[in-house]
Antibody
């Protein structure tokens, strides 16, 4: 059974870089035609998609975060990672990693079916 | 960006009664492949979101058949035929037709 587990520091200082890793177990990150994504949820608020990556390394980002975000995949470790630079208090949130279906073509991507989610990890940005 | 608007934002329901949640998108979610890229998720208290309905009307594996998704174009509805206590939580619709995946604000279902 596929499981995802986020890990990383729970406290990050303003202006520094937030780094999280999602460990994938129960299936190979390279198998099947799935995307691996990051979604966050500020305290008491709704869900915000950060970005997704395919096992080939092709990544797609939320334009509002694109200048600060990097998502990468390490197939040898069966994990993928999130880096968010120049963080502020507005980046305080629960960060979820997830697997979803979709395809990209013609300059656009089409996503659906976020079946598997990690439990989420809380990241607080504070000095 | 496609904006997703849910209503109501709060939904008190008596157990055993039906419930419905509306989700409207700022543009059609119909893809050229014939599918509507609209999913429904439920986030139970203290948990990660869980998939209920994908591509507009397909129920995810293990989801009770009291949940159904209907709609087309820009108007979609999640229907619960008979609400149970375990259905409490926040329901989100999500569009995946654009590379920028977006969610609705969420609808909080509570038991009367």
């Amino acid at each position: 059974q596929l499981q995802l587990q986020e890990s990383g520091p729970g406290l990050v200082k303003p202006s520094e870089t937030l780094s999280l890793t999602c460990n994938v177990s129960g299936d190979s990150i390279s198998s099947n035609s799935y995307y691996w994504g990051w979604i966050r949820q500020p305290p008491g608020k709704g869900l915000e998609w950060i970005g997704s990556i395919y096992s080939s390394g092709s990544a797609y980002y939320n334009p509002s975060l694109k200048s600060r975000v990097t998502i990468s995949v390490d197939t040898s470790k069966n994990q993928f990672s999130l880096k968010l630079s120049s963080v502020t208090a507005a980046d305080t949130a629960v960060y979820y990693c997830a697997r979803h279906a979709g395809y990209c073509g013609g300059g656009s991507c089409y996503y659906y079916y976020i079946l598997v989610w990690g439990k989420g990890t809380t990241v607080t940005v504070s000095s | 960006d496609i904006v997703m608007t849910q209503s109501p934002l709060s939904l008190p329901v008596t157990p055993g009664e039906p419930a419905s949640i509306s989700c409207r998108s700022s543009q059609s979610l119909l893809n050229s492949n014939g599918y509507h890229y609209l999913d429904w998720y439920l986030q139970k208290p203290g948990q990660s979101p869980q998939l209920l309905i994908y591509l507009g009307s397909s129920r995810a594996s293990g989801v009770p058949d009291r949940f159904s998704g209907v709609g087309s174009g820009t108007d979609f509805t999640l229907k619960i035929s008979r609400v149970e206590a375990e259905d409490v939580g926040v329901y989100y619709c999500m569009q995946g037709l654009q590379t920028l995946l977006t969610f609705g604000q969420g609808t909080r279902l509570e038991i009367k």
